[in-house]
């Protein structure tokens, strides 16, 4: 199923995928996907199918359809070798379960996780929502073990209980693992609903490339997007962003921080006909008419469409989970004063200071009172004040600069993580820039200001600074509001040089 291009888009998407958050991999250290059989798929749905048929017709929380989906899945993957778990929970006085799944090996402390809803509403056996996720994500997980898989990241496979009631088993799961746990989930792929009769080819908005919306996901989803999007890439199928909406069961994950990504056939939203000249199918019929039905059947599942987003999930898994990690060489998460110093600059208010951050608010979120790690961050002007524009930058251009900072030979990158906010005030004049200063100067990344409203939010970024190689360089970090008037909030955290 695979076109040649398919190789020649893994080696380029190992760029992005083994840090989904903040640390990309090293290339060509990823082994090749496999190739799920649709069959394999499909023989998974016809046993749920069963198994709702058996057991009043559905597979929903609390009645005995959903405990017998569980323990089917559960004893496939015990006999191939995984470590698993099922976690009980209440909701509405019924008991519920969520099944979570270890493959042995891989970094403990940073762990892929891989998820499908794994209950049906009360009306039907819910084979496209969300057997189709589920059977998808339990095949590569059978596939994980056939080929002996020995993953550089650590690899967890979950079923969730309880979805159509409001994303219960995966809140329960997230609220109650610890801090601590939670930071070693790097990245969280959900798929939900993979297989509508008359699909659509949705994948999580990562980056809110789309520009309407929730906004984007936390820092690191647009890699998880970019990854997705590279596999159907390599199949000649296109792809559009869908909002994280809190529909599905990243909610719980994106709310505490965590990276979040997926792929989507589309629901009970009727296709329209650029839809339809997109991707084939009937404009003006729902992308799944069987949604929340008794005839959501094995009936009611296309192939291509299964097959295609199984080998999706298979493609992510292996080229994010076995991609290997890069060195970092040098870092600074502004816990502790590391040496960075103002440059003189001409903007009166907003200075660049490393600090515990003040949230404030204009039309949303500006200055933001979180940081990526720890406590501390780059900030203009940390402080709230009486008003959003109490401390935001004025007047020009603030800067700051990093310690000198040696480069290895080779291919360094420098990752960071950033936000610029401003209010519709803006224009292009104001901007966040990061330079790199050597022997020469170089822009390496720049985010211009608009005349729209942009809210604060993190995000991630790497470059390529090799044509530095082997110098002592400073990083150098700048900020403007030249508009007049304007308001503008900007952040930096995290900062890497990697190898």
């Given amino acids: 199923m695979r076109s040649r291009l398919l190789a020649v888009i893994t080696t380029v998407t190992l760029a992005l995928a083994s840090a989904l958050i903040g640390a990309p991999a090293q290339a060509a250290t990823a082994l090749a996907a496999p190739d799920i059989p649709l069959a394999n798929v499909k023989a998974h749905l016809t046993q749920l199918q069963s198994i709702a048929t058996a057991n009043g017709g559905n597979r929903a929380h609390g009645r005995p359809g959903y405990l017998a989906s569980a323990n089917y899945v559960k004893g496939r993957l015990d006999a191939a070798g995984f470590s698993t778990t099922l976690q009980s929970f209440t909701y509405n006085g019924a008991t519920g379960y969520n099944l979570i799944a270890d493959w042995p090996g891989g970094d403990p402390d940073d762990i892929l996780m891989i998820g499908a809803h794994l209950d049906s509403v009360t009306a039907g056996p819910g084979i496209n929502d969300n057997g189709s ?3 998808a994500i339990l095949e590569t997980a059978l596939e994980v073990s056939r080929q002996a898989l020995q993953p550089a990241k650590h690899l967890r496979f979950a079923w969730w209980g309880a979805e159509e009631l409001g994303l219960r088993g995966s809140q329960h799961y997230v609220t109650n693992l610890s801090a601590t746990e939670r930071a070693k989930i790097k990245g969280y792929l959900n798929f939900d609903m993979v297989g509508s009769p008359n699909a659509g080819y949705f994948l999580y908005d990562g980056d809110n490339s789309d ?22 890439t390599s199949i000649g199928v296109p792809t559009r962003g869908t909002d994280f909406d809190g529909r599905s069961d990243y909610g719980p994950f994106i709310s505490r921080g965590i990276p979040a990504g997926g792929t989507f056939t589309g629901a009970e939203g009727i296709k329209s ?6 991707w084939g199918g009937t404009a003006g019929q729902a992308f799944d008419p069987c949604y929340h039905r008794a005839c959501d059947t094995t009936a009611n599942i296309s192939d291509a469409a299964l097959d295609r987003n199984a080998d999706a999930v298979a ?3 292996w080229t994010i989970g076995t991609a290997t990690p890069p060195v970092v060489v040098w870092s600074d998460d502004f816990e502790t004063d590391r040496g960075w110093t103002p440059v003189a600059g001409t903007a009166t208010s907003g200075l660049w200071e490393r600090g515990d951050p003040e949230a404030t608010t204009s039309s949303g979120a500006k200055q933001l009172g979180t940081t990526v790690n720890g406590v501390n961050d780059l900030v203009t002007g940390r402080l709230a004040g009486s008003s959003a524009g109490a401390h935001d930058v004025d007047g020009g251009v603030t800067s700051i600069q990093s310690p000198p900072i040696t480069l290895p030979a080779g291919a360094p990158k420098l990752s960071f993580s950033w936000y610029l906010a401003h209010g519709s005030n803006s224009s292009s004049a104001d901007y966040l820039r990061v330079r790199v200063v050597g022997s020469s100067t170089s822009t390496v990344f720049q985010q211009l200001g608009a005349a729209t409203n942009r809210d604060g939010a993190w995000a991630a970024t790497t470059v390529d600074v090799s044509a530095f190689a082997g110098q002592s360089v400073r990083v150098l970090v700048e900020a403007a509001d030249a508009s007049a008037a304007s308001l503008v909030e900007a952040g930096v955290d995290d900062v890497k040089i990697l190898q």
């Fill in 211 to 232: 520009g309407v919306g929730s906004g984007p996901g936390p820092a690191g989803s647009a890699e998880l997007e970019k990854v997705l999007q590279d596999y159907f």
């Fill in 273 to 278: 006909s650029a839809q339809a000249q997109l």
């Fill in 133 to 135: 996720g589920s059977a």
């Fill in 315 to 317: 493609y992510a898994v």
